[in-house]
């Protein structure tokens, strides 16, 4: 005790100086390792202060950010609150990028490199899905390619289907093993419990690309809707294997698989501050050399060849003939499958891609598929006056309802609907058609008191698919919804699923907008999102006691 205090009596000039004297009876040995490990901390320390102003930068971007905020809802803009519902894989993202391209294509720019990655990884399950098909075809056909007769296979040729499958499958194996290095550079592969792991979502079987058909052989009454209505469907239908990315993530992977410091370039320019290597000095996108893209590049004609076999074969749904999208899809065999227009999007574009400078163009961004977690919100700055406030809401079942409270002074409802899946069925539940569960969950929504404020604006989404499916014979609107007694012109199928949706919505006091749209195709968007402008504005006008 009496050590301790003569201690602190020296020590009372700088009461600190306490923790840095030696301790008493301290060795020459001791001496040494301690000075050894406070020199190491005081390493460790000056690491730590040179990264230092990276991480106040971000900081600084973040104040910066929220001042802005605060200035622009302290000024005379008038913000409107948009909820984007719909179920899922309707086409909700991809109209929200639509909307991007138009009032937030810095912030768009910003996300290519990332989307990129996820491009590339769709195709890797693509490419999965077709050697899937194409192995159950040849699994049990040993017949011979070559009459031993008349002819003499050449040697190391594969001289059955048999043994063709399993010479195409090691010839495309390097390109399936980048699976596991995108999720990880996507961060897809992070661990979790139970449904809410993003790796149990992201690592779906590719199978999972598949369409389920969906067949109702009784009578019902499309009007008289009720959840305890069953429907026979696919009984094994796996869940979609399309990357999910957590609401802002793709936001947080710009700073590490960002852009680099071109200052020629537009997208350069949008993330000046990364540390990408796939940007050159004068701004041009150039993959570095361990990039996946020149594995994808190397392997291309293989990809290509695997793409044209599924075809030729009748063994992909939907396939029309090459150079006339308009065209009636081709004829298909017994166990052929039906892939994602997203899907079928690249494999086609597989020439263009698989360069070290292709860089996701704007028709890239509107057909990539990326399932949306949770709600993901964007301001969209229309004019001088006004922001749109964009919420896009998951078109998950058992929460759709969970954040109306948090919304009921939204302006408008964008409800968007895939009417090409009038004959597809839940990959989470076979016995429910997805065309009848979108009217279920609009009829709610237009039933929800928390949200009766808010003028709805419907979109029939993907009437490019549906005009392609009913050309094709094989699913006629009748099969699905009885009631339907027309002919199969498009036109007449649309106005029977607008009246669907009219008998949804009940409210005659307010007013239900519709329209029939096609996500993908940015110049009938651009009408729609004129109109909807013109919705917004008269809404607001009518709010505020003008009209």
């Given at each position: 005790m009496a050590t301790i205090n003569s201690r602190l009596e020296d020590s009372q000039s700088?009461?600190?100086?306490?923790?840095?004297?030696?301790?008493?009876?301290?060795?020459?040995v001791q001496k040494a390792e301690r000075v050894s490990q406070e020199m190491e901390a005081k390493h460790i320390s000056q690491q730590a202060l040179r990264r230092l102003p990276r991480f106040t930068r971000k900081i600084d971007r973040a104040l910066e950010a929220e001042a802005k905020e605060r200035r622009r809802r302290a000024g005379n803009v008038k913000q409107l609150d948009v909820l984007l519902l719909g179920p899922t894989e309707a086409g909700k993202s991809t109209f929200l990028r639509q909307?991007?391209?138009?009032?937030?294509?810095?912030?768009?720019?910003?996300?290519?490199?990332?989307l990129r990655l996820v491009i590339l990884l769709s195709l890797v399950t693509s490419v999965k899905t077709l050697l899937d098909v194409l192995d159950r075809q040849d699994a049990n056909d040993d017949t011979p390619l070559f009459?031993?007769?008349?002819?003499?296979?050449?040697?190391?040729?594969?001289?059955?289907?048999?043994?063709l499958a399993a010479r195409r499958r090691l010839r495309l194996a390097p390109f399936l093993a980048l699976e596991h290095q995108l999720r990880e550079a996507l961060d897809l592969a992070n661990t979790g419990t139970g449904a809410e792991s993003i790796a149990a979502h992201a690592a779906a079987p590719p199978s999972a690309q598949l369409h389920n058909d969906y067949q109702d052989e009784s009578p019902v009454d499309e009007v008289a809707l009720t959840l305890n209505i069953e429907h026979r469907g696919a009984q094994n239908s796996p869940?979609?294997?399309?990357?999910?990315?957590?609401?802002?993530?793709l936001a947080q992977l710009v700073s590490t698989v960002g852009f680099g410091t071109g200052k020629d370039s537009r997208r350069a320019k949008a993330q000046s501050a990364t540390q990408s290597p796939n940007w050159t000095s004068d701004g041009k996108f150039f993959a570095n050399k361990d990039d996946p893209i020149h594995l994808v590049a190397a392997l291309k004609n293989s990809i290509v060849n695997l793409w044209k076999e599924a075809q030729a074969r009748g063994l992909v749904v939907g396939v029309t003939t090459p150079g006339d999208p308009s065209a009636a899809p081709q004829t298909v065999v017994d166990g052929a499958i039906e892939l994602n227009e997203s899907s079928m999007f690249f494999l086609n574009e597989i020439d263009r891609i698989a360069t070290p400078e292709w860089l996701p163009g704007d028709q890239d961004l509107l057909n990539v598929r990326i399932r949306t977690r949770g709600i993901e919100t964007h301001d969209l700055q229309i004019s001088s006056k006004r922001v749109y406030r964009i919420c896009d809401v998951a078109g998950a079942r058992g929460s759709k309802f969970a954040w109306a409270p948090f919304?009921?002074?939204?302006?408008?409802?964008?409800?968007?609907?895939?009417?090409?899946?009038?004959?597809?069925?839940?990959?989470?539940?076979?016995?429910r058609n997805r065309l009848r569960d979108a009217l279920l969950l609009f009829k709610d929504i237009c039933e929800n008191r928390l949200l009766r404020s808010a003028d709805i604006i419907t979109f029939m989404n993907k009437v490019d698919v549906l005009r392609r499916k009913v050309k094709s014979g094989q699913y006629p609107i009748q099969r699905y919804f009885p009631r339907y007694?027309?002919?199969d012109r498009t036109s007449r199928i649309l106005s029977f699923f607008q009246t669907l949706?009219?008998?949804?919505?009940?409210?005659?006091r307010r007013p239900f907008y519709i329209f029939a749209t096609q996500a993908n195709d940015a110049r009938s968007i651009v009408t729609v999102t004129a109109a909807v402008n013109d919705i917004l504005i008269r809404s607001e006008m009518t709010s505020t006691g003008i009209l």
């Open positions: 700088d009461p600190l100086v306490i923790f840095h004297l030696p301790p008493p009876g301290e060795t020459a909307l991007r391209l138009q009032y937030d294509v810095k912030g768009l720019d910003a996300e290519r490199e990332c009459d031993a007769r008349t002819t003499q296979p050449p040697l190391r040729e594969p001289k059955t289907p048999r043994e869940p979609p294997s399309d990357p999910i990315v957590p609401p802002g993530r919304f009921q002074d939204a302006s408008a409802i964008i409800f968007i609907c895939a009417v090409s899946e009038y004959n597809v069925c839940d990959p989470t539940d076979p016995t007694l027309g002919s949706f009219e008998e949804c919505h009940r409210v005659r």
